[in-house]
Structure formats: C-alpha cells, structure tokens
C-alpha cells in the first residue's frame, strides 16, 4: 500500500530515507547497516531486536520490536539489543510455590510504585505492571498468566524506575506455576520420556545433513499447531 | 449488599486467617465483599512530601479500579472496605490529598494515560469495622451464635486505623468501635491503656530489639489488666504483638504468652463459622485458650 513511497528517519542519530513499508530492522539494513547483535528470529518470538523510538514532535519514548514494527516518517530510532539483569539461579525442586520465592530472589519487586511505565514501554501489550503486582502477592497463576507473551526483549526492565526486571518476574512464575500449580502435565512427560530414548535421534540426524534448498522447503511447508 | 473490598498483599500471603475469618463473617451480616479483579499494592507507607507524586499513583490507580468497578455495575456503591490498617490508611490519605491538591490530582491523571478512564476523586474508603458499625449493633447480636463469654478480650488499635486525627475511624484518643463489636459478640471487653501505642512497625524487620521491646510493654500492660487475649485489625500489629513473642519471652524471662488474633476472627467464631477462624495461622496458638473456653470444639483449620 505504502509502495514507492518513502519516509526519512534517523537511525542512531543519523538520517536515512528508507522505503515506508519496511520494518525498523529492514529500513536499518536499507541504510547499509549490518546486524551483528539485536537480531534474532526476525519473527517477533525472540525479543533480541528491543527498539526505542521518538517521533519528532512528540516527547513519548515508545518500544518496539524492530523486526515488527514498520516505520513511520520522523522516527528517531535506536536499538537496545541488550539489557543488563542478573538472572539468579535456583534449583526449581527446591523452591516454594508462593510470594517468599520472588523476594528471596528478587526483593527489589516490593520497590514497584505501580506507575505502570513498564506496561507503557511492552511491544507484547503484556500488562507487565500487573503481573509484577501479582507476583508481590504470590498470585503465581496470575502472574504466570499475565506473562505469558513475554519475549524477554528487556524494555520492561530498562524502563522501571524502581530498577526491577519483570521479566525474570514472569519467567520464574511461569516457571513455579508449570512445575507446582498446574503441575507437569501428561503429555509433557511423555515427550521428554520419548526424547529421552532417542525416539528423535535419527530425524534429527538427517535434519543436520541435509540440503539447505530440501530444509528450506521442509520448514516452510511443516505442520503447524496453530493455523 | 455489594462492596468493593480491597484486600492488599498481606492477606494474600502472611494474614489469610484475616481475609477468611472478614469474608465470611461480612456475608453473615448481608454483605459481599466484592474484590477488583486488577489491583496493586496500597504503596504501603502514605507519602508525606507534598510533590511526591509518584507514591500516589499506587494508592490512587487501586481507587480508580474501584471507580471502574461501579461504572461496570461489579458493585452498588462506590466505596471501599479495607481490613489491613495500613491499606486503609494509605488508601484514605491519598484519597484526600487527591481532592485537596488539583496540582497534584493532574498529574497523576497525566501519568494514567493508558488507563480507559480517569479517576474523579469520589471514592469513600472504609474500614470494616466502619462498616459493620453502620449497619447497626443490634443486627450483630443478631447475628451471634456462639456468644463470647467469658471470653477477656483487649481490643488493641495500634496506629494507622486513628491517626492522623481527621482520618481516624473512631475518636483518635479514646476510641470505642472495636470494644462496641466485642459487646455485641458476647466478650468481657478489657480496657487497657497501652491500646493506642505503637507496635514498633517496619522496625521489625532491621530492629527487631525495638519492636520486642514495644510488644513487651503493651502484652504486659494487657496481661495485667486482665485480658486473656488480644484482638487486633492490623497485619503488621497482629505479627509485631504475636509472632515477636517468641523474642520478648527471651529479652523477658518473667512474660509468659498472650494470644493475638485477627478481630474477625473473634467475629467468626461468635457467628459460629469455625471454619473460617483459621485460628491455626496465629502465633503463639489461641485455641488451647479457646478449647479452655469452650469455644471451639478441637481439630480447626
């Protein structure tokens, strides 16, 4: 619809006139960048693209997956491919279900002024804010549930400004919940019980091998669950 | 009749038997306490400095909820019941800097611009035991099944339910709600004069000494007063006054025990809903007084 029509942005700083239609990841590659980080699966599923962007006229910083979003006219754009955070180990058997595990690991959740700029600044449209709440208060079903579509892109946690990382939140509720609410469910086991005796092994033997034209083919032709 | 209720995160973790024993007993008493399917936390501790706005978009934006749960016809009248008195604290006083402060009242409505609407300000905060009273005494006695007697009760307010004076539920020195419901419960209600001190607070969790020390003095001054147990309306009281104890029985070798529990709780047990006591959840253990007293039977959840 946009076709032939151009738009000027400025990447980092600099302008660049790129083609209207393009995502921010393609207008980048348009201007003669290449990405060595904050590229990814460039399907909107690995949350390695962060982006944040201004459009002139406007004082809103908004988020963006850069492999998603397509430009607009005036946008002042920079990639934040990585967020610093330190992700705590634990040994998920060893854990309580309930709000003493995301304080033990996490403390700094109890600083959440609930001023939501973490749900402002989400590309998913996750109610981030709401599920770090629920966390506080050891609803792990909820905040499992409200986390869900978390890519882990890091947005959430570059922008709060109580310093929290809500989606190592997510993450380990969603973790807590499949392993103590819902429990592990049957046909899980019985995948990991089929793995575990090679039942794959030979597939994937050949998927290795195999010509590159032949997987192209087979992955854009593959069975999918949703349609 | 339908309420919203806003329960906070302490009773969602360490003080069930307090949401329990409160939702049961309110449906005795014809209400239902409704909760907002989306809140947050209270912000805990009411912001004294005039221009922090940030600290009120928590207390306000749980206000909001409720505004919105009235427009969506969830509950009758746009007013909340709170049980924690910290909740209610914080939600009342925020509450009346919104309405008192239009500087500030904008910019928090600046900061909920994704939110469907704004908050208007006219939204009554209560506590429960505000509540119960305005339905009458008399429908209380009504109400009870197993009257408390014999039963020497010290209701203890501690702070945040009656100060700062204007926001208080009752008279800020000599207040009467609690002892009114513990009459009409059927109790032996025991006036001491520690009942307005502080428990210590947030001291508990970097100044423990302080907080055994301030337990210590108010379980004492009710001890010698004649009270078998108390009573309270606040988490952290009910944690300072109960659990601590076991730190005043090491600084005091001369204090004994008392058992601390929930007002609701006392309020269930008249009503005859055992069940809902949860009276396991309190330390030290009220129910060998209880079972003494004949007041319940043996194996409580």
Redesign the interface.
């Given at each position: 619809m946009n076709e032939g029509k151009m738009v000027t942005i400025y990447v980092m700083g600099k302008k660049q006139i790129v083609p209207a239609d393009l995502t921010i990841m393609k207008a980048i590659e348009y201007a003669g960048y290449q990405f060595k980080r904050g590229a990814g699966c460039r399907g909107g599923f690995c949350g390695a693209c962060a982006s944040v962007y201004r459009k002139r006229g406007s004082y809103k910083l908004q988020g963006a997956l850069a492999c998603q979003k397509i430009v607009e006219d005036g946008m002042i754009i920079t990639q934040i491919p990585f967020s610093p955070n330190e992700k705590k180990t634990y040994n998920i058997n060893e854990l309580k279900a309930?709000?003493?595990t995301f304080l033990e690991y996490y403390p700094e959740i109890?600083r959440?002024?609930?001023?939501?700029t973490c749900?402002?600044s989400c590309p998913q449209d996750i109610?981030v804010?709401?599920y770090v709440?629920a966390a506080?208060?050891?609803?792990i079903a909820l905040t499992a549930k409200l986390s869900f579509d978390c890519i882990g892109c890091g947005l959430c946690a570059m922008r709060c400004?109580a310093e929290i990382v809500p989606f190592n939140i997510g993450q380990l509720a969603r973790r807590l919940e499949s392993k103590y609410v819902e429990g592990p469910t049957e046909h899980v086991l019985k995948r990991c019980e089929e793995v575990k005796e090679g039942k794959f092994d030979s597939e994937i033997s050949e998927l290795m091998i195999m010509d590159k034209k032949i997987l192209t083919n087979k992955y854009n032709n593959r069975e999918l669950r949703i349609k | 009749m339908k309420l919203a209720y806003y329960p906070g995160c302490t009773l969602k973790t360490t003080g069930k038997s307090f949401e329990t024993s409160a939702l049961e007993s309110a449906k005795v008493l014809g209400l239902e306490l409704v909760e907002p399917s989306r809140w947050n936390c209270c912000g805990t501790v009411h912001s004294l400095v005039k221009d922090d706005v940030m600290h009120h978009l928590a207390p306000i934006r749980n206000l909001l909820r409720i505004e919105q749960m009235q427009a969506s016809g969830r509950i009758d009248e746009k007013r909340v019941v709170t049980l924690c008195a910290m909740c209610y604290n914080t939600l009342k006083r925020s509450n009346n800097v919104f309405n008192n402060n239009s500087d500030l009242a904008r910019k928090v409505g600046e900061n909920f611009e994704n939110e469907t609407s704004n908050y208007s300000g006219g939204v009554t905060v209560e506590h429960l035991l505000e509540t119960i009273r305005s339905l009458g005494w008399s429908l209380v006695k009504d109400k009870v099944k197993k009257p408390l007697a014999g039963l020497k009760v010290a209701p203890y307010y501690g702070c945040l339910l009656l100060r700062p004076r204007g926001i208080g539920i009752d008279d800020a020195d000599n207040p009467h709600v609690m002892e009114d419901l513990l009459t009409a419960l059927g109790a032996d209600v025991v006036n001491f004069p520690f009942k307005l001190k502080c428990c210590g607070s947030y001291h508990t969790v970097e100044m423990k000494e302080v907080v055994a020390d301030l337990s210590h003095r108010i379980l004492k001054q009710a001890e010698e007063a004649g009270a078998e147990i108390v009573a309270t309306a606040c988490p952290l009281c009910e944690f300072n006054l109960g659990d601590r104890q076991i730190l005043v029985q090491k600084k005091y070798a001369t204090f004994k025990s008392i058992p601390v529990v929930y007002f609701t709780q006392l309020t269930a047990l008249a009503f005859g809903l055992e069940q809902a006591t949860s009276f396991d959840e309190n330390k030290p253990d009220p129910k060998p007084l209880l079972k003494d007293k004949g007041l319940i039977k043996g194996d409580l959840k």
């Amino acid at each position: 619809m946009n076709e032939g029509k151009m738009v000027t942005i400025y990447v980092m700083g600099k302008k660049q006139i790129v083609p209207a239609d393009l995502t921010i990841m393609k207008a980048i590659e348009y201007a003669g960048y290449q990405f060595k980080r904050g590229a990814g699966c460039r399907g909107g599923f690995c949350g390695a693209c962060a982006s944040v962007y201004r459009k002139r006229g406007s004082y809103k910083l908004q988020g963006a997956l850069a492999c998603q979003k397509i430009v607009e006219d005036g946008m002042i754009i920079t990639q934040i491919p990585f967020s610093p955070n330190e992700k705590k180990t634990y040994n998920i058997n060893e854990l309580k279900a309930d709000a003493s595990t995301f304080l033990e690991y996490y403390p700094e959740i109890t600083r959440c002024l609930a001023c939501n700029t973490c749900t402002k600044s989400c590309p998913q449209d996750i109610m981030v804010m709401d599920y770090v709440q629920a966390a506080i208060r050891g609803d792990i079903a909820l905040t499992a549930k409200l986390s869900f579509d978390c890519i882990g892109c890091g947005l959430c946690a570059m922008r709060c400004p109580a310093e929290i990382v809500p989606f190592n939140i997510g993450q380990l509720a969603r973790r807590l919940e499949s392993k103590y609410v819902e429990g592990p469910t049957e046909h899980v086991l019985k995948r990991c019980e089929e793995v575990k005796e090679g039942k794959f092994d030979s597939e994937i033997s050949e998927l290795m091998i195999m010509d590159k034209k032949i997987l192209t083919n087979k992955y854009n032709n593959r069975e999918l669950r949703i349609k | 009749m339908k309420l919203a209720y806003y329960p906070g995160c302490t009773l969602k973790t360490t003080g069930k038997s307090f949401e329990t024993s409160a939702l049961e007993s309110a449906k005795v008493l014809g209400l239902e306490l409704v909760e907002p399917s989306r809140w947050n936390c209270c912000g805990t501790v009411h912001s004294l400095v005039k221009d922090d706005v940030m600290h009120h978009l928590a207390p306000i934006r749980n206000l909001l909820r409720i505004e919105q749960m009235q427009a969506s016809g969830r509950i009758d009248e746009k007013r909340v019941v709170t049980l924690c008195a910290m909740c209610y604290n914080t939600l009342k006083r925020s509450n009346n800097v919104f309405n008192n402060n239009s500087d500030l009242a904008r910019k928090v409505g600046e900061n909920f611009e994704n939110e469907t609407s704004n908050y208007s300000g006219g939204v009554t905060v209560e506590h429960l035991l505000e509540t119960i009273r305005s339905l009458g005494w008399s429908l209380v006695k009504d109400k009870v099944k197993k009257p408390l007697a014999g039963l020497k009760v010290a209701p203890y307010y501690g702070c945040l339910l009656l100060r700062p004076r204007g926001i208080g539920i009752d008279d800020a020195d000599n207040p009467h709600v609690m002892e009114d419901l513990l009459t009409a419960l059927g109790a032996d209600v025991v006036n001491f004069p520690f009942k307005l001190k502080c428990c210590g607070s947030y001291h508990t969790v970097e100044m423990k000494e302080v907080v055994a020390d301030l337990s210590h003095r108010i379980l004492k001054q009710a001890e010698e007063a004649g009270a078998e147990i108390v009573a309270t309306a606040c988490p952290l009281c009910e944690f300072n006054l109960g659990d601590r104890q076991i730190l005043v029985q090491k600084k005091y070798a001369t204090f004994k025990s008392i058992p601390v529990v929930y007002f609701t709780q006392l309020t269930a047990l008249a009503f005859g809903l055992e069940q809902a006591t949860s009276f396991d959840e309190n330390k030290p253990d009220p129910k060998p007084l209880l079972k003494d007293k004949g007041l319940i039977k043996g194996d409580l959840k």
